[in-house]
Structures are given as structure tokens and as C-alpha cells.
């Protein structure tokens, strides 16, 4: 199946559990950004050296850089016939940057999926993740942060796809298997194709 999908939601809307298994689904690949800056850090890249400069002081990785990362990743094969990303784009310059690429391929994105969850539930399932991985950092006011960052930043983007005809919000809630059929019948009511 051929569909260029954004996965997007809130930390701890489950959105890497959902893109793993909907990439598998759809003989895509998840790409994920923080998947591309460990994998460039690890491979001791240029791209990864620059990553390492801003994260290592507690800085964001500007769009610049995270673009050129994305562009670089989608010009791999596997990604020639269709992709899932997770995490990107996280503001309108990001969605304008991956706009413009795509565009260059003739290509544009099929679907934008939006996992809706309650920030409540969210914040107490990544405080419940905290305490079993042992992420001390992770406190409620860390992720009631995070959370409105994501608000803030994040959010807007629904508005672009909206107006576009390609966002679909779909319930995060619920058991895993769950979800991904909820995702899955989404993703057949807007392609019109059942996916594997």
C-alpha cells in the first residue's frame, strides 16, 4: 500500500506503540525524528555532531536541522513509495518544509492522524511509565510542561490539515489493539484502501 502518513498527539498519546505496528500494517517505514537523531548521533554523523551540540545543553534541535535530517531520511529507498512519521512536523515551519519537499517528488501527504487523548489520562500514564523505567525527570510538572508546549506548538497544525481535508482525529484511548483498529479504519475510510 502507498499512503505518506503523519501520525501526531500529546507525549504519552502512544503514538510510537501505533506507528510501529500501522508502518508494519502498511509496508511502510515509521519514521521517527527521535529515531533519526540517535541513529545519526551513534553513527557519529555531521548531522549527528550538530544534533549533539543543541541537545547536549538542553536546547531543542532547530527546524533547519531537523528538516535537512527528515529530507535526508525520505530520500532512502524505502521511503520512495510511501512512509509514517512520528513526531515531524511539530510547527507550521516544519509542516511548510515537509510541504515543499514533498512537492519537489510531486508527492503530498495522503492523511494527517491526530491521536485525541485526555491530558489527564496522559499524564497519568507517563507518570505510571516514569516510576516503572525509573525517568526521575519525568515529574507531573515536567509532563503538565510538556503537554503545553505541545498545546501550544503542536496543536496549531490540526488547523493546516483541517483546512486541507486530510486530518482525522481518532480516540487514543483504550486498549492497544484497540486503537490501531480504530487507526486502521481510518486510514482505509480516507485512502478507500484496506490496508494488510
Known sequence: MSVRLVLFGPPGAGKGTQAVRLAERLGVPTISTGDIFRANIAGDTELGRQVVGYTSKGHLVPD??????????LAQPDAADGFLLDGYPRNGAQAAALDALLAADDHELDLV???AVDPDVVTARLLKRAQIEGRVDDTEDVI???????????????????NRGILAQVDGLGEVDEVTGRLLATIEQFTGELPQ
Open 144 to 162: 503538565r510542561h510538556r503537554l503545553s508546549v505541545y498545546a501550544e506548538q503542536t496543536s496549531p497544525l490540526a488547523e493546516i490539515y483541517v
Open 113 to 115: 492522524i491526530e491521536l
Open 64 to 73: 533547519e536541522l531537523t528538516d535537512a535530517l527528515i529530507a535526508d531520511r
